[in-house]
């Protein structure tokens, strides 16, 4: 069974870093086709993927979030860590981890989500 | 504004059956399969379909998926209740490239 829980602080100030811990059992990020990704929605709106990182070590990122972004995996804590520089008011929002590869590269289990505000 | 257009909200009666579109360009729908989510009020997205009409299992064969060129549409037939929720498409861009969401549908069971 793939569970994936998210950790983090739940209020960050305007230019800080913000650093989130996904934290997952089921499966191995050492296994073939396997990846864990984060997505965030603001409330009230859509989601926004951000990140993406697989067994190998291949990372993707968002675009237009790319120059603030950085996803690492530790694979002996079954560990995701995604850190969002230069924090801002439009990223407050709920932040999902979620596992690919059970269904093509599709994210087929989400975490429960975790709320940050970003205020002084 | 969301690369993928759906509409902003939808509604059927229980037991009809309704679709939600969802549309793009050749770079992401039409070279690319299709997902599509579930996300009941206060809750975390629930894949309900993959790879533009496959489900996963445990997922209602009252819920399918198509895809025609630059466009896709997720069907829900016999309408119940519980499938009040928001529902998301997302899928591949590779002109970005980046994973994309459309905006999501609200749906309403009157």
């Known amino acids: 069974q793939i569970t994936l829980k998210e950790s983090g602080p739940t209020l960050v100030k305007p230019t800080q870093t913000l650093t989130l811990t996904c934290t997952f059992s089921?499966?191995?990020?050492?296994?073939?086709?396997?990846?864990v990704g984060w997505i965030r929605q603001p409330p009230g709106k859509a989601l926004e993927w951000l990140a993406v990182?697989?067994?190998?070590?291949?990372?993707r990122y968002s675009p237009s979030l790319m120059n603030r972004l950085t996803i690492t995996k530790d694979t002996s804590k079954n560990q995701v860590v995604l850190r969002m520089t230069n924090m801002g008011p439009l990223d407050t929002a709920t932040y999902f981890c979620?596992?690919?590869?059970?269904?093509?590269?599709?994210?087929?289990?989400w975490g429960q989500g975790t709320l940050v505000t970003v205020s002084s | 504004q969301s690369v993928l257009t759906q509409p902003p909200s939808a509604s059927g009666t229980p037991g009809h059956r309704v679709t939600i579109s969802c549309s793009g360009t050749s770079s992401n729908i039409e070279s690319n399969v299709v997902n599509w989510y579930q996300q009941l009020p206060g809750t975390a997205p629930k894949l309900i379909i993959w790879g533009n009409n496959r489900r996963p299992s445990g997922v209602p064969d009252r819920f399918s998926g198509s895809k025609s060129g630059t466009s896709a549409s997720l069907a829900i037939s016999g309408l119940q209740s519980e499938d009040e929720a928001d529902y998301y498409c997302?899928?591949?861009?590779?002109?970005?490239?980046?994973?994309?969401f459309g905006g999501g549908t609200k749906l309403t069971v009157l």
């Open positions: 997302v899928v591949w861009d590779d002109s970005l490239p980046a994973w994309v």
């Open positions: 990182i697989y067994w190998d070590d291949d990372k």
């Open positions: 979620a596992h690919t590869g059970l269904y093509d590269s599709t994210f087929d289990h």
């Open positions: 089921g499966f191995s990020l050492t296994t073939n086709t396997m990846g």
